[in-house]
């Protein structure tokens, strides 16, 4: 099984900095292990189903959302087995419940990951003020 923490401040004033931190641990049930996996961030804004941000391989090969490339970086720590997020310039569109996730298939990072399947860090809840 594998845990994926989430860290990072969720309140977030307008035309500043987003930053999110996941923590993986654990051994991935299908075999191999978390230095592995696939990792991702998806985001769920109120009202709206939860949509992919960005991925990244263990290779260090990162897709980002078309709509938000400009704005995101995604980074992983192979040592710490922590991947993180940041968005530059938040707007109040990027509000919403942002999770970590990871799979050993790549649905992750491909943003197909489902909600049933994979792993899913608990959530951080993130909020834009103007």
């Known amino acids: 099984q594998v845990q994926l923490v989430q860290s990072g401040e969720g309140s977030v004033q307008a035309g500043g900095s987003l930053g999110l931190s996941c923590t993986a641990s654990?051994?991935?049930?299908?075999?191999?292990?978390?230095?592995?996996?696939?990792m991702a961030w998806f985001r769920q804004a109120p009202g709206k189903h939860r949509e992919w941000v960005a991925g990244i391989r263990s290779d260090g090969t990162v897709r980002l959302r078309p709509s938000v490339k400009d704005r995101v970086t995604i980074t992983l720590d192979n040592s710490k087995h922590t991947v993180t997020l940041q968005i530059v310039n938040v707007k109040p569109e990027d509000a919403g419940v942002y999770y970590c996730?990871?799979?050993?298939?790549?649905?992750?990072?491909?943003?197909?990951?489902?909600?049933?399947?994979?792993?899913w860090g608990q959530g951080t809840q993130v909020t834009i003020s103007s």
């Open positions: 654990g051994s991935p049930l299908s075999g191999g292990t978390i230095s592995d996996l696939y």
């Open positions: 996730a990871a799979d050993s298939d790549g649905q992750s990072y491909y943003g197909s990951l489902r909600p049933s399947d994979g792993y």
